[in-house]
Nanobody
Framework: QVQLVESGGGLVQAGGSLRLSCAAS????????AGWYRQAPGKQRELVAS?????????NYADSVKGRFTISRDNAKNTVYLQMNSLKPEDTAVYYC??????????????WGQGTQVTVSS
């Protein structure tokens, strides 16, 4: 059994910063590709950023967050991060971590975190 545990959300003023963390709990596992999604009230869930598993990871960003958000990973800690700078009220949403997690002897699983609320006040 593997879970993704998210942390780091909260309330911040416009222009501020937050760092989200997504840690895979369990043993004998590795995170392969991973991504952060967000869902605002009344809107569909959208991909914010993704990172591959090769080397330090190739990254991809939604146009709305390019230059402000940075996704990164620490393979030793099985953790993925989302550094969010210059936050805007329109970034307000529940942020979800998603990853393909490899479990020794079991293969790959697509796993979602529970979500963490990010609220940006104007």
């Amino acid at each position: 059994q593997v879970q993704l545990v998210e942390s780091g959300g909260g309330l911040v003023q416009a222009g501020g910063s937050l760092r989200l963390s997504c840690a895979a709990s369990g043993r004998n596992l590795n995170i392969n590709t991973a991504g952060w999604y967000r869902q605002a009230p009344g809107k569909q869930r959208e991909l914010v950023a993704s990172i591959t598993s090769t080397g330090t990871g190739s990254t991809n960003y939604a146009d709305s967050v390019k230059g402000r958000f940075t996704i990164s990973r620490d393979n030793a800690k099985n953790t993925v991060y989302l550094q969010m700078n210059s936050l805007k009220p329109e970034d307000t949403a529940v942020y979800y971590c998603n990853a393909v997690v490899w479990l020794r002897g079991q293969g790959n699983y697509d796993v979602w975190g529970q979500g963490t609320q990010v609220t940006v006040s104007s």
